[in-house]
């Protein structure tokens, strides 16, 4: 008889599967574990820290929004409400958001910013005063000249200058109408940054050729708007008479003294390069007492335009001769009947009449 075959053994497979199945999910676990690990150690985004520009920009932006805030404010007190009060106050409040437009609005850079609860009992709003906001005014004014002269970004400082220059005419209306003092604007030196006066003398820095020239035709552009204005008050005083004769006379000999200082800085007086022309072309109907104003008004805000020009293609540190020369000129052409505008010699920004 023959032997039975002896039947295969074959392993069993399950233990090894379910030993299999649990080093798989102790890997694949490990694995995840450790890219939590990751993601938990990376630290959250944070904002970047704003350059100086943006710096100027932001503060800029900041003061105007705050200044139309309390303007509103305040004209919705009782002492606000009356005019001429209300008049100023509607002007610094539509001026200042227009500023905070221009300059770019609020920075927003969309991380989520931590906030604190505030408890309403313990801040109790502050009802403005037209003294202390004259006050606020005139140190976002100062502070805004002072700005025009230091940043770096020429563009910046053009339409920084002309907020302060706006500022700065917007205080003056607004003490005029309160019946107070009005408050001094120009910009400080910072005592703590002055060189001392025993440090040795540093090298002036060096100009590229361009950057020369353009600043160069910029002064020339300054010297011929005041010759130009020079010209034109000398044929009005020739037209008008009394108070407004004497007011012409002034102002032809201010902007001929002027001319001849920016065409000396600009280094073109007297050669020929200098712009200035011996005599310039003028609107019809000079013997008309209100087109001789009107020319006035004009030429003035030519000069201020001129200035802005010049204050963008001049290096910070050496602009702020520039931005008295832009609120000089804005306040004369004022003296001739202008009327308040936001951005002062800025001539792309004044609004154009419909149709």
Not at 129 to 152: G, I, K, R
């Amino acid at each position: 008889m023959l032997p039975l075959p002896r039947p295969h053994h074959h392993p069993d497979l399950a233990p090894r599967a379910r030993r299999f199945g649990v080093a798989l999910a102790t890997l694949l676990g490990f694995v995840l574990l450790t890219a939590c690990g990751v993601r938990t150690e990376t630290p959250p985004p944070v904002e970047p820290s704003p350059d100086a520009v943006e710096q100027v920009r932001g503060r800029t932006v900041a003061d105007a929004l705050e200044l139309a805030e309390t303007a509103r404010a305040l004209g919705a007190t009782p002492a606000g409400a009356a005019e001429p009060l209300a008049s100023v106050l509607a002007d610094v409040a539509s001026f200042s958001d227009q500023h905070a437009e221009q300059a770019g609005g609020t920075y927003v850079s969309g991380l989520a910013t931590p906030t604190s609860p505030v408890d309403p009992a313990t801040t109790p709003p502050v009802a403005p005063d037209v003294t202390t906001f004259l006050s606020e005014l005139a140190t976002t004014t100062t502070a805004a000249l002072t700005d025009a002269d230091a940043v770096d970004d020429g563009a910046l400082a053009r339409l920084v200058a002309s907020i302060a220059t706006s500022r700065a005419e917007l205080t003056t209306r607004l003490a005029q109408a309160a019946g107070l003092p009005a408050p001094v604007v120009d910009p400080v030196a910072d005592e703590a940054t002055a060189p001392p006066a025993t440090a040795p003398a540093t090298p002036e820095p060096t100009e590229s050729p361009s950057t020369g020239q353009q600043r160069g035709s910029s002064l020339d552009a300054v010297a011929l708007a005041h010759d130009q204005a020079g010209y034109g008050f000398e044929v009005i005083a020739a037209k008008l008479s009394g108070d407004q004769r004497a007011a012409a006379r002034a102002a032809a000999s201010s902007n001929r003294s002027d001319s001849e200082r920016w065409a000396r800085e600009s280094g073109t007086d007297g050669t020929a390069q200098d712009p200035r022309r011996a005599s310039y072309a003028l609107p019809a109907g000079m013997d008309d007492p209100s087109v001789a104003v009107a020319l006035g008004r004009t030429m003035e805000s030519a000069v201020a335009d001129a200035y802005a020009a010049a204050v963008a293609a001049a290096p910070a540190g050496e602009r702020l001769p520039l931005v008295d020369g832009l609120r000089s000129a804005t306040a004369a052409a004022a003296a001739w009947g202008a009327t308040p505008v936001p951005f002062p010699g800025l001539p792309e920004q004044v609004e154009q009449p419909a149709g």
